[in-house]
T-cell receptor
Framework: GEDVEQSLFLSVREGDSSVINCTYTDSSSTYLYWYKQEPGAGLQLLTYIFSNMDMKQDQRLTVLLNKKDKHLSLRIADTQTGDSAIYFCAEGRSNDMRFGAGTRLTVKP | DAGVTQSPTHLIKTRGQHVTLRCSPISGHKSVSWYQQVLGQGPQFIFQYYEKEERGRGNFPDRFSARQFPNYSSELNVNALLLGDSALYLC????????????FGPGTRLTVT
């Protein structure tokens, strides 16, 4: 089974904010990542956060990390139709990364 | 600057055959990792190489092997293909094994019939 868990689907209206949640299990993970995957494509690195931080903002993206609860979230402000994709969170371990199953974000006009 | 490149883009093999997938990392990156992504799932870690040495291996059978060349490009080999090996194989490169962002290539779609 997955060590990293995400809800499978999220649907929002264009212009609204999207919040994608993730829980992980390895407290020794030093970095936590968000990747975006569009149909038929590889993974695009969106942002990442170091485990000693609790928040990181990058333009429309805000990452929140609750290390005590091992909970990570990605907020996309002013969601656009081009944001429709699958979003993966991943925990960075010593030699590998563990991914969740992905959250499919659908943005309705 | 070129990103991570992988070849071929797609290929179809039959059960029992062997396949070789290739990856060229971003210029200056010395670490390459391989992942298998089955349809509807997240990527699963197969191997990580750094400076031509294997640094990590996921829970995959010995039919899977890899190597890294002096120019830091890498090959993933899979022997005795099974139907369950059908997946998108992703290569990721980073400056070093840990604590750095990993950038993914577009993947190779392998279909085993």
């Amino acid at each position: 089974g997955e060590d990293v868990e995400q809800s499978l689907f999220l649907s929002v209206r264009e212009g609204d904010s999207s919040v994608i949640n993730c829980t992980y299990t390895d407290s020794s993970s030093t970095y936590l990542y968000w990747y975006k995957q569009e149909p038929g494509a590889g993974l695009q690195l969106l942002t990442y956060i170091f485990s000693n931080m609790d928040m990181k903002q990058d333009q429309r993206l805000t990452v929140l990390l609750n290390k005590k609860d091992k909970h990570l979230s990605l907020r996309i402000a002013d969601t656009q139709t081009g944001d429709s994709a699958i979003y993966f969170c991943a925990e960075g371990r010593s030699n590998d990364m563990r991914f969740g199953a992905g959250t499919r974000l659908t943005v309705k006009p | 600057d070129a990103g991570v490149t992988q070849s071929p883009t797609h290929l179809i093999k039959t059960r029992g055959q062997h396949v070789t997938l290739r990856c060229s990392p971003i210029s200056g990156h010395k670490s390459v990792s391989w992942y298998q992504q089955v349809l509807g799932q997240g990527p699963q870690f197969i191997f990580q190489y750094y400076e031509k040495e294997e640094r990590g291996r996921g829970n995959f059978p010995d039919r899977f092997s890899a190597r890294q060349f002096p120019n830091y490009s890498s090959e993933l080999n899979v022997n005795a293909l099974l139907l369950g090996d059908s997946a998108l194989y992703l290569c990721a490169s980073s400056l070093a094994p840990t604590g750095y962002e990993q950038y993914f290539g577009p993947g190779t779609r392998l279909t085993v019939t």
